[in-house]
Every structure is written in C-alpha cells, then in structure tokens.
C-alpha cells in the first residue's frame, strides 16, 4: 500500500488552527485507509530555529498527546520522534549531494523565517533543513505530503532530490528508489487568531488550544475581536468583518449559525451572548479531545510507549529503505 506521511515541529500543545490545518486531515487519510498513515515528530527540525533543547521531550509528549485525543490511531498510524532514527541523519547527509546551496538559499519559506525570525545569519542545518524534510519523506517512501501550503516549497525540493537520485544511482535492475511524492494542501486551512489576525499562532498569543477546558474557552473568546462598529448590545452588527462569527461559522450548527447571523444584523443578540455560544461550540466540539487526553495522562507511561513502538515500526523501514539506497550507491 502506498503511504503517507506528514510531521509537525514539537511546539507543545496545539491549538485549533493546528486541528483545522493538519489533523482533521490527517485523521481523515487514516480512517480513509486507501493509504499507510506515518506521522513524525520532527525534533531536529525544530533545534534548527531554536538551539534550546531542554523542553524538546516534553513539548514532543504534548503534541503526541494532541494528535492522539484528536484521533491520531497509534496501532494504524506509527508516530515517533525523527531523532530516534539514525537514518534520517544519514539519508540527510546523501541528499545533501545532490543539491546545491544556491538551490536552498532561493528557498522562499527560508527567506520568510529569516525574515520572520530577524536572523543576521543561519546554520547550516537550518539552510538544509528541506533536504532534511526531504528524508523525512523519502525514508519511507511517502508519495504524499498533506501540508499546509507553506510547506509545498519543501516538497518541490524533495522532489528534484527524489529525482537526482533516482537518475544518479538507479537500482540494479534500472528502478527507482524513490517516489517523488505529492503535497496534498488542506482547504479553508487556515482559522483566524482570536485578535482578528490571519492565523492563530501561539506565539501571537491569539490561540484556542486543543487541550484548554471550557472556562479557559470562554475567557478567551471573551477577548475576541468583533465587529467594532456594534458598540452597544443592540447595535446592528456585520458578521463578516467578525471573528467570532469566523468560530461559529466552523464549530456552530448552520441553522443555529444562520440565525445568529440574522440576529446580529438585526441588533437583536449582542455580543455578550452570542460570545457565550461561541464558547459553548467550541467546547463541546472540543470535549471528546478534552476526554481522551485526561484517559492518556492518567498513565504517564502509556503515550512514552505509543512512541518507543511507533519508532519501532519506523525504523525497520527506514533501514529498509536505507539498505536500497545504499545498495543502489554500490556502497557495499
Ligand atoms: N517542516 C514542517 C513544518 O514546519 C514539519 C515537517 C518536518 C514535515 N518533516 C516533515 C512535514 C515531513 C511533512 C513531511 O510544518
């Protein structure tokens, strides 16, 4: 069966703009079953912006926890820690041969973190880090990459990498080794930030997070940018220039939403109340998560295990893949 795979930078717990963006989805290719499901935990790639690697084990044991209280399946789906692999440090390494700097250095999601990131200079890890994305993809032949659009850069890279190799060192019997894999965007992935910004983010601090319960819900869309000009409760109001209407509109019953929308128009439901809704949907929409989390971390070991299995799984086929590779180099 062709496979699937995707990853996320361990950055804690995760927020609703993740579950919008990425899980939803990748959820739904699991329970789809046309394809093998992998998920990666990529820890390397996150030192690659921030050296700090004293909170890369339990900020991976949150977000391991939130892709599995979002219905990540753990026995269909391996997830693991890519530093736990020695083959991604070394089919990084042959990737590296077959593309240029000048090649990485026109990377536009790089110039946007250096810019983003006000960096004066980068490591050299940090220029490679989609030839380390590109193992990531390729250590288990993924032929597609569902990703948020940020991310199709990467897998043009993986791509022509895919490619060079395939042309440099085909197999024995003249095959390729490599896929080259697909990105699979995700529509309408984005969710607006609690401020009205483009995109929650939890470093703007604008972010719903997966695991928040309902009184954290409701102080924080208490804090929702709404529509500035309805000052008073039954001052008409415009939902399309309204957050909070945004929520409704992804977490409310269409009917319900359809109302609020007549409602607010009309000046018939003020804002107070119709925050209070808000925070009701999406809570409710986020209570089975809530469950599932609190079952996972009543056994501290139990998430520590799903890991150490899922790298299991990874790893023999990994070296699988590494054993083709390196066969097809003539490496001996
Ligand atoms: N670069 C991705 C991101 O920041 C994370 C990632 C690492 C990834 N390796 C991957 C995504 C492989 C898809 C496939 O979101």
Not at 16 to 41: C, K, M, P, R, S
Not at 285 to 292: D, G, I, S, T, V
């Amino acid at each position: 069966m062709k496979r699937i795979l995707s990853g996320m930078r361990p950055t804690g717990k995760l927020h609703l703009g993740h579950y919008v963006g990425a899980l939803e989805n990748w959820v739904a290719l699991q329970n789809d079953g046309d394809y093998e499901t992998y998920f990666l935990i990529a820890d390397y790639h996150a030192l690659t912006t921030n050296l700090d690697s004293s909170h890369i084990y339990q900020n991976s044991i949150e977000m391991a926890l939130d892709w599995l209280a979002a219905g990540v399946n753990p026995e269909q789906s391996p997830i693991f820690r890519q530093s736990q692999i020695k083959e991604h440090a070394e089919l990084f390494l042959i990737f590296s041969l077959l593309i240029t700097t000048s090649r990485l250095e026109r990377n536009p999601s790089l110039k946007e973190q250096v810019r983003d990131l006000e960096l004066d200079t980068i490591s050299y890890a940090h220029l490679g880090y989609p030839v380390l994305q590109a193992a990531d993809i390729l250590l288990y032949k993924g032929s597609v990459v569902p990703v948020g659009e940020d991310q199709l850069p990467h897998i043009e890279i993986t791509r022509e990498i895919a490619r060079r190799f395939n042309q440099t060192y085909p197999k024995p019997n003249g095959e390729a080794v490599f896929p080259e894999p697909e990105g699979k965007i995700t529509k309408f992935a984005r969710l607006v930030g609690l401020d009205g910004k483009a995109k929650m983010s939890k470093s703007l601090g604008n972010a719903i997070l997966l695991s928040d319960p309902p009184d954290e819900v409701m102080k924080k869309v208490r804090t929702a940018v709404t529509d500035t000009a309805k000052i008073r409760k039954n001052d008409p109001g415009n939902p399309d220039v309204c957050t909070v209407f945004k929520y409704h509109q992804r977490f409310t019953k269409t009917e319900e939403t359809q109302q609020i929308d007549a409602d607010c128009r009309s000046g018939a439901l003020g804002c107070v109340d119709c925050k209070k809704r808000c925070a009701a949907s999406i809570s409710e929409f986020l209570a089975p998560m809530l469950e599932r989390r609190a079952q996972l971390e009543r056994h501290s070991d139990h998430v520590r295990a799903i890991l150490v299995e899922g790298e299991s799984r990874a790893r023999a086929v990994a070296m699988q893949t590494m054993s083709e590779a390196r066969e097809a180099m003539k490496l001996g």
